[in-house]
Every structure is written in structure tokens, then in C-alpha cells.
């Protein structure tokens, strides 16, 4: 005698020998959930839930959830390609942009400019002399070989300002004298009333 078989909630159903539904269970075709009706029966009963059935249905490994597309899922690949690009783009300019602004050494050619050579008569004429020097780890301000303190620099380079005329500073450090020192002994001497300051590289003396 043949048996209704039909997939949960279906409006069409199968007509087949009950062996065949065990069979067709056991292949995967039916599912526990799927419905059938019995030869003597008038109600639709799931397959797990049916006495000639059950057994068979519990020993079945449950099936695998299904699974749907998730429509709110990103798709990362196409954004770290973007990333890597962009990456790419801004080390490139980076690069190009430190290659512009390098300041190009200075050359060596016989025609380029020397170092001026100042005489000891143009550096009495025109200029106060300045030298600074370390000695036991203190800045040594000396101003024409007289030895000056930082308090006092302000008025000693007024006084000689008004006693010879001279407006232009040779100051002259030595390499280990800290450039914070040099440039306020700078300040100083405008502050003195001196409009032009030279600093020189030893040797800056020349005697005739």
C-alpha cells in the first residue's frame, strides 16, 4: 500500500511504498520535518514525529543550517586594494617632494667664490674685533684682547662705537664656543649701535 509523502507546508504531495520514504530519508531526499500521511490515515504528521518513522528519523544526522547571502556583508578586498594604491601614490610624491626641496651641496670649481682674506690694517681701520673662546668650559669674551664680561659687553662695545666710528663686528668663535653665545654677543653689538657684523673662519688675519 502506497503512502502520502510531501515536503513541510508543500500543496503537492508523493505516492509511494513506505520502504521507499525510509530509503528516500535515509538518502537525504526527506527531511524529518517533511510530512506524511499513512495508508488508514486523514492528518499529515511529520516524518520524526510518526510512530513507523521516528526511530529511522532520530538515528539521521541533523542537517546542516542553511545558509543565505549576507547582503549587509563588506566586501574588504576592493578597499585594501584602494589602501595599498593610495599607499603607493603618497611615498611616491613623498619622495619627489624631498628630491625638490634638497639644497645641492656647494661646488668646487675653480671659479667659485673664495673666503675674503681680511689684512690686520683693514680690521684696525674698519671694525672692532670680537673673539670668543672656551676656557674651563666658560665663554671667554675678549674685544680687542681685553677680556669683557657678558654684563658688560653692552657698554664696552658703546664706548668704542663713540671713540672710533667703527659700525662693523669681526667676531671670530672658536668651534667649541655654543652658537647660543655667539648669536647674543651678535645682539649685543646691534644693539650697541653696530649695523653689520662679520663672522670670520680663522685664519682671518693677514699681515702685510
Known amino acids: 500500500m502506497n503512502w502520502k ?3 513541510e507546508g508543500s500543496p503537492t504531495h508523493l505516492e509511494m511504498p513506505l520502504e521507499q520514504i525510509q ?7 526527506w527531511e524529518p520535518t517533511d510530512e506524511v500521511m499513512g495508508p488508514n490515515e486523514s492528518e ?3 516524518i520524526e514525529s510518526h510512530p ?3 526511530e529511522l528519523a532520530d538515528e539521521l544526522e541533523p542537517p546542516p543550517p542553511r545558509t543565505y547571502d549576507d547582503e549587509t556583508r563588506l566586501d574588504m578586498t576592493p578597499l585594501i586594494d584602494v589602501c595599498l594604491v593610495l ?3 603618497f611615498m611616491i610624491t613623498s619622495t619627489m617632494a624631498a628630491l625638490q626641496t634638497r639644497l ?9 667664490p673664495k673666503i ?3 689684512t690686520k690694517e683693514q680690521v684696525e681701520k674698519t671694525m672692532i674685533l670680537c673673539t670668543v673662546t672656551m676656557e674651563n668650559d666658560e665663554p671667554v669674551i675678549r674685544v680687542e684682547d681685553k677680556v669683557v664680561s657678558p654684563a658688560r659687553l653692552m657698554d664696552e662695545f658703546r664706548s668704542r662705537v663713540r671713540a672710533t666710528n667703527k659700525t662693523t663686528l669681526l667676531l671670530q668663535c672658536d668651534g667649541k664656543v ?3 653665545v655667539a648669536v647674543g654677543v651678535i645682539d649685543t653689538a646691534r644693539g650697541a649701535g653696530m649695523a653689520e657684523t662679520k663672522t670670520v673662519v680663522p685664519p682671518v688675519l693677514k699681515k702685510k
Not at 530509503?23 to 531526499?29: E, H, I, K, P, T
Not at 645641492?104 to 667659485?112: F, L, M, R, S
Open 5 to 7: 509523502v510531501r515536503h
Open 23 to 29: 530509503q528516500g530519508l535515509a538518502d537525504g531526499l
Open 44 to 46: 499529515w504528521m511529520p
Open 52 to 54: 513507523a518513522l521516528a
Open 87 to 89: 599607499l603607493v601614490f
Open 104 to 112: 645641492e651641496a656647494p661646488g668646487t670649481e675653480k671659479d667659485a
Open 116 to 118: 675674503p682674506i681680511l
Open 178 to 180: 655654543p652658537h647660543g
